[in-house]
């Protein structure tokens, strides 16, 4: 498992991203003392429909007030989304350390260190007791897993008995061949599609 979670941070690995949005919010004239969260939103969600499809779920599943944890939370785009418009306290976890790094600074650089944490941690083993979240959000993140059953079976040990799981993700459509390069994966190493009827097997049990 270390030597597939040392691929999927190297697939993702971006040295000096923090550096690098600051950079780009000077050519755009931004005053780097008034950040505001609009400021990075083009940037901070990699997944597909980016923020829009964030606040889509939030609305539908009525997240005000919870405790949250995003895992793959990439540089905190939904987490810090789900701090400052529904007052959530959210915990992000990640393999990569450029993300977190990165996602705490840009939670600092717009003032929601407060209420948003960012951990360097694997999906399969989530660094908390049982129960401690009332969601768990998870965006993109299961085509780089393949022990799905664990995954999943951490999500469920870490929330509440009436937790919720709001995943927005990508299946494979029956047993069609992917054809690679992705966004998520350079080839088949480190890619681990699943399918829906997969997916819904392994949360019925």
């Given at each position: 498992?270390?030597?597939?979670?040392?691929?999927?941070?190297?697939?993702?690995?971006?040295?000096?991203?923090?550096?690098?949005?600051?950079?780009?919010?000077?050519e755009q004239r931004v005053d780097i003392d008034n950040v505001n969260r609009e400021h990075i939103a083009a940037v901070d969600e990699f997944h597909v429909r980016g923020a829009e499809v964030s606040r889509e779920?939030?609305?539908?599943?009525?997240?005000?007030?919870?405790?949250?944890?995003?895992?793959?939370?990439?540089?905190?785009?939904?987490?810090r989304m789900l701090s400052a418009d529904y007052n959530c306290r959210v915990t992000g976890i990640d393999l990569s350390h450029e993300f977190i790094r990165t996602a705490s600074a840009l939670s600092e650089l717009v003032g929601l260190q407060d209420k948003t944490e960012f951990i360097q941690a694997s999906a399969l083993e989530l660094p908390f007791e049982n129960g401690s979240f009332d969601v768990v959000w998870t965006q993109h993140v299961q085509m780089n897993i393949s022990d799905k059953a664990k995954f999943y079976s951490e999500i469920n040990r870490v929330l509440t008995d009436k937790g919720k799981l709001i995943y927005y993700d990508i299946f494979r459509k029956n047993g069609e061949d992917v054809n690679y390069p992705v966004p998520w994966a350079n080839d088949?190493?480190?890619?681990?599609?699943?399918?829906t009827t997969n997916m819904n097997q392994i949360l019925q049990e």
């Open positions: 498992m270390e030597h597939l979670n040392t691929l999927v941070e190297n697939h993702y690995h971006t040295p000096g991203l923090y550096e690098d949005i600051l950079k780009r919010l000077g779920l939030a609305i539908e599943m009525g997240l005000d007030d919870l405790l949250v944890l995003d895992v793959g939370c990439g540089i905190g785009g939904p987490s088949a190493s480190v890619s681990f599609l699943g399918t």
